[in-house]
């Protein structure tokens, strides 16, 4: 359960106040494991709650891919590892939509491997259409996105699918069962050009996109082994819910 908080939260008391409850809500299941990415001056707080307990990371939502240098306003994977950060969120639409090209995300996926940290690579069309030119876009993120990345490194990425229109308080709707079902195998088939079945089938998928307690079960059911979760990751009663939910379904 990717839980990327946004500016949504905009005080240590309540990124406190929720980090503990979602860690409480992980702690009492065994397979479920999550991540908060939270804005990037709480990251190293939030770290030390983190230390010592089960089911639970740190995660940014953003990186440079440089480590240091002249680069005004930029983190890079080796500072975001030195603080207790283990996973990134790389190529979000709300990123992209600030400037971010494939192969910058590409970029920033081998720095964030080469730190040592797990990227949770984001990709999803802006919109849908009937004759499956949102595939094409799709299947060429992936190969932008994972260019020169090898089958070693491929095993530690996670993919989140993120359809645009499914994103924020704007969203049209969420995905249904059925097309998030064919979307996370038409994921994997692209990820078998390059890699394989096998190693195709070994990355986990993410849903997010208007994830919310009373959607979370049946897009667990579609496809995917977790969730990357907005607005809902940043209501305690709601996150936690979810995470019952992903509790039950695992
Ligand atoms: P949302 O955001 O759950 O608020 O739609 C999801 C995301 O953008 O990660």
Not at 25 to 47: K, T
Request: glycine share 8%; charged share 20%.
């Amino acid at each position: 359960m990717a839980c990327n908080w946004k500016l949504h939260i905009n005080s240590y008391e309540e990124a406190k106040r929720t980090f503990l409850a979602i860690r409480k809500s992980v702690a009492a299941g065994r397979r479920v494991v999550a991540v908060v990415c939270a804005p990037s001056p709480f990251l190293p707080q939030l770290a030390r709650l983190a230390e010592g307990h089960k089911n639970i990371f740190i995660g940014a939502q953003d990186v440079f891919w440089e480590n240091e240098g002249s680069y005004t306003g930029s983190i890079g994977p080796s500072l975001l590892a030195e603080i207790g950060v283990t996973y990134v969120i790389v190529g979000h639409s709300e990123r992209r939509f600030s400037g971010d090209t494939d192969e910058m995300v590409n970029r920033k996926i081998k720095a964030t491997l080469k730190a040592g940290l797990t990227p949770i690579v984001c990709v999803g069309e802006r919109e849908r259409d009937d004759h499956g030119v949102y595939l094409s876009f799709l299947r060429n993120q992936l190969h932008t996105a994972l260019a020169a990345i090898s089958a070693v490194d491929l095993a530690k990425i996670i993919i989140a699918y993120e359809p645009v229109w499914a994103i924020g308080k704007d969203a049209l709707r969420p995905i249904t069962p059925h097309d998030l079902h064919e979307t996370a195998i038409f994921i994997r088939k692209t990820l078998a050009e390059s890699y394989g079945t096998d190693a195709a089938f070994a990355v986990p998928v993410l849903y997010g996109g208007s994830v919310s307690a009373s959607n979370a079960a049946e897009q667990l059911r579609s496809g995917v082994q977790g969730l990357l979760i907005g607005r809902a990751s940043t209501k305690q009663e709601e996150i936690t819910q979810i995470i019952r939910i992903a509790t039950q379904e695992s």
